[in-house]
């Protein structure tokens, strides 16, 4: 298998490490110019990576291609480059619709929208895809796997809930921040808060119920737990989240 990569940011990096990193028989990359930096330290470490000097040249060397570009862009990266019908565009944008991905990349035979995530460099990946297509099930299923949603507009319900990540960590950083007030060392309060919420997101990697059955099991009637949980709600806290979430999807569908 060979794959091409229009952008060179840290989506594209995880994947490459992800299909690369102790591979004992990883397929070619390459790698468009764009973020030298990036794309000389991958093939510095990776030997089946090769930087190529123009997003042409990537084309010309694989028939799957990643598309990790800054969405703004992508139209005028897109339209400057020659397309074989043989070409399979997987794109990892945001809120760009299949059908102005087709339109930009004629006369590619298939087009496809993807979510790939940083664990993919650790092969742990759940990547959304839509629609389910051969080439992008190899690719995703290698760095962690592939779930497929009923319609293309369910994509972007995926994509919303992926906005949420630096909100969790501030929610992280608020409870460590609280612990060096009350006079924790700063380091000290920072291992903690991982520590406990990283052992926590291993319970729900190894959970089968429901999330609400996981809380459940993390509070006792009259508890610590239960007494902040309630104090959260009552001030309207999954409200907030709601409606953010509301106003990403929003954006994400008017574009």
Same mark, same amino acid.
């Given at each position: 298998?060979?794959?091409?990569?229009?952008?060179?940011?840290?989506?594209?990096?995880?994947?490459?490490?992800?299909?690369?990193?102790?591979?004992?028989?990883?397929?070619?990359?390459?790698?468009?110019?764009?973020?030298?930096?990036?794309?000389?330290?991958?093939?510095?470490?990776?030997?089946?990576?090769?930087?190529?000097?123009?997003?042409?040249?990537?084309?010309?060397?694989?028939?799957?291609?990643?598309?990790?570009?800054?969405?703004?862009?992508?139209?005028?990266?897109?339209?400057?480059?020659?397309?074989?019908?043989?070409?399979?565009?997987?794109?990892?944008?945001?809120?760009?619709?299949?059908?102005?991905?087709?339109?930009?990349?004629?006369?590619?035979?298939?087009?496809?929208?993807?979510?790939?995530?940083?664990?993919?460099?650790?092969?742990?990946?759940?990547? +959304?895809?839509?629609?389910?297509?051969?080439?992008?099930?190899?690719?995703?299923?290698?760095?962690?796997?592939?779930?497929?949603?009923?319609?293309?507009?369910?994509?972007?319900?995926?994509?919303?809930?992926? +906005?949420?990540?630096?909100?969790?960590?501030?929610?992280?950083?608020?409870?460590?921040?609280?612990?060096?007030?009350?006079?924790?060392?700063?380091?000290?309060?920072?291992?903690?808060?991982?520590?406990?919420?990283?052992?926590?997101?291993?319970?729900?990697?190894?959970?089968?119920?429901?999330?609400?059955?996981?809380?459940?099991?993390?509070?006792?009637?009259?508890?610590?737990?239960?007494?902040?949980?309630?104090?959260?709600?009552?001030?309207?806290?999954?409200?907030?989240?709601?409606?953010?979430?509301?106003?990403?999807?929003?954006?994400?569908?008017?574009?």
């Amino acid at each position: 298998m060979e794959y091409g990569f229009i952008g060179a940011g840290e989506i594209t990096a995880a994947i490459v490490e992800g299909l690369s990193n102790d591979i004992a028989d990883p397929p070619s990359i390459f790698l468009s110019p764009r973020s030298r930096s990036v794309g000389q330290e991958l093939s510095a470490r990776f030997a089946n990576v090769k930087v190529c000097d123009s997003n042409q040249a990537v084309l010309d060397s694989a028939t799957t291609i990643i598309l990790a570009v800054r969405t703004p862009i992508a139209e005028e990266v897109l339209r400057d480059l020659t397309f074989r019908p043989e070409h399979v565009l997987i794109s990892a944008l945001a809120g760009v619709r299949l059908d102005q991905l087709s339109e930009w990349a004629t006369p590619a035979r298939e087009v496809v929208r993807s979510i790939p995530l940083p664990p993919a460099a650790r092969r742990q990946s759940l990547t +959304a895809i839509y629609p389910d297509n051969t080439e992008a099930r190899a690719l995703f299923d290698s760095i962690g796997g592939t779930v497929v949603p009923d319609a293309e507009k369910d994509l972007d319900i995926f994509s919303a809930a992926t +906005a949420t990540f630096a909100a969790h960590l501030d929610y992280l950083g608020t409870i460590a921040a609280w612990m060096t007030d009350q006079g924790i060392e700063d380091t000290t309060a920072t291992t903690f808060t991982s520590h406990i919420f990283g052992q926590l997101g291993q319970d729900l990697l190894q959970q089968t119920g429901s999330l609400e059955t996981l809380t459940g099991k993390h509070m006792t009637p009259g508890g610590l737990n239960e007494h902040l949980l309630t104090d959260l709600r009552t001030n309207g806290v999954p409200d907030t989240v709601r409606h953010a979430l509301d106003g990403i999807l929003t954006r994400l569908r008017d574009k």
